[in-house]
């Protein structure tokens, strides 16, 4: 069975500091996988997404996510955290490459402190 | 251009009323999703529209919960005779085909007293 998981309920760190945001997968397939954020009161927004090209994706807001197929992971990072990145973001795992029934993570919100 | 555009974005409704929750998608757009978002919990898929085709009921809940889309545009989701485990947000995407990212609407967030 596929499945995303997230390991941190809730990230903090300082403005200006390196953010990370974990996430590991589990798929029988070569999946396909995104990262969307979730400010307050809005809907899902696409940061990025990674179908089997690099395995370094850039998205949107100076995010980046490594694909690491050896460690099962798709790990979220930012070298340096801004106060509009406080969110909640999600990670998402497509099994069959498509972006029909994606399987979401529980999400991780992050925290900036000035 | 307009995105997804979900209403009401609030309802709050009494135990065992129906509601109906719309969404509509961005034009052109064939895929029309509904997911549910419960608090702290991540989504849940519910029900999906693609073109012309029979949609993928697979994550309704029970049979309380029904959705249509009309002429591949418009969609509502129907739940009958709430309950209240079925407050949530309910969110709406669309998207140009089963290989494209989602859009995401606002969300609609029903609440159930």
């Known amino acids: 069975a596929q499945s995303v998981t997230q390991l941190d309920s809730h990230v903090s760190v300082s403005e200006g500091t390196p953010v990370l945001l974990r996430c590991n997968y589990s798929?029988?397939?070569?999946?396909?996988l995104f990262w969307y954020v979730q400010h307050p009161n809005k809907g899902l927004q696409l940061l990025l997404k990674?179908?089997?090209?690099?395995?370094l994706v850039k998205g949107i807001n100076g995010f980046e996510a490594e694909f690491k197929k050896s460690e099962t992971s798709f790990h979220l990072t930012k070298p340096s955290a801004h106060m509009s990145d406080a969110a909640e973001y999600f990670c998402?795992?497509?099994?069959?490459?498509?972006?029909?029934?994606?399987?979401f993570g529980s999400g991780t919100r992050l925290l900036v402190r000035p | 251009g307009a995105g997804v555009s979900q209403s009401p974005s609030n309802k709050v409704t009494e135990k065992g009323k129906d509601v109906e929750l719309r969404c509509d998608p961005i034009?052109?757009?064939?895929?029309l999703y509904w997911y549910r978002q419960s608090l702290g919990q991540g989504l849940e898929f519910l029900i999906y529209?693609?073109?012309?085709?029979?949609?993928?009921k697979s994550g309704l809940p029970s049979d309380r919960f029904s959705a249509e889309r009309t002429g591949g545009s418009v969609s509502t989701l129907t739940i009958q005779r709430t309950q209240q485990e079925d407050s949530a947000v309910y969110l709406c995407?669309?998207?140009?085909?089963?290989?494209?990212?989602?859009?995401f609407g606002n969300g609609t967030r029903l609440t159930v007293t």
């Open positions: 995407a669309s998207s140009e085909g089963r290989r494209s990212p989602l859009h």
């Open positions: 798929s029988s397939y070569s999946p396909s």
């Open positions: 990674y179908t089997s090209a690099a395995t």
């Open positions: 998402v795992v497509s099994p069959s490459g498509s972006s029909y029934k994606l399987i």
């Open positions: 034009s052109g757009h064939t895929a």
């Open positions: 529209f693609q073109g012309n085709s029979a949609p993928d």
